[in-house]
């Protein structure tokens, strides 16, 4: 089992920036990868970011690139969602999540095991 905590949320004005938190708990040794996702109201869960533990390969869905960027701390076992030029469009509830085993696509909801409560960030215009 890997228990996830988010952290960071907030209100934010058009152009700020926020950083999120996930500090994972547990069997983090067999983590392969963390995952940020978000989901607005009325609107599915979608993928935002990944990073994998032990490589320096990161993905970022194509609306985010270039204003956030996911980070990791190994000894802390924690990573990180720096969001920047946010826009009233990133208001979601953001969600961490792990994968404990390979996977090629890490865009894929379906393919996460353990997720986080997510914390709320709201980008006011």
């Known amino acids: 089992q890997v228990q996830l905590v988010e952290s960071g949320g907030g209100l934010v004005q058009a152009g700020g920036s926020l950083r999120l938190s996930c500090a994972a708990s547990?069997?983090?040794?067999?983590?392969?990868?963390m995952g940020w996702f978000r989901q607005a109201p009325g609107k599915e869960r979608e993928f935002v970011a990944a990073?994998?533990?032990?490589?320096?390969?990161?993905n970022y869905t194509n609306s985010v690139k270039g204003r956030f960027i996911i980070s990791r701390d190994n000894a802390k076992n924690t990573v990180y969602l720096q969001m920047n030029s946010l826009k009233p469009e990133d208001t979601a509830v953001y969600y961490c999540?792990?994968?404990?085993?390979?996977?090629?696509?890490?865009?894929?909801?379906?393919?996460?095991?353990?997720w986080g409560r997510g914390t709320q960030v709201t980008v006011s215009s």
């Open positions: 990073s994998r533990w032990t490589s320096s390969r990161t």
């Open positions: 999540a792990t994968l404990m085993n390979y996977y090629s696509d890490l865009s894929r909801l379906d393919a996460y095991d353990y």
């Open positions: 547990g069997r983090t040794f067999s983590m392969y990868a």
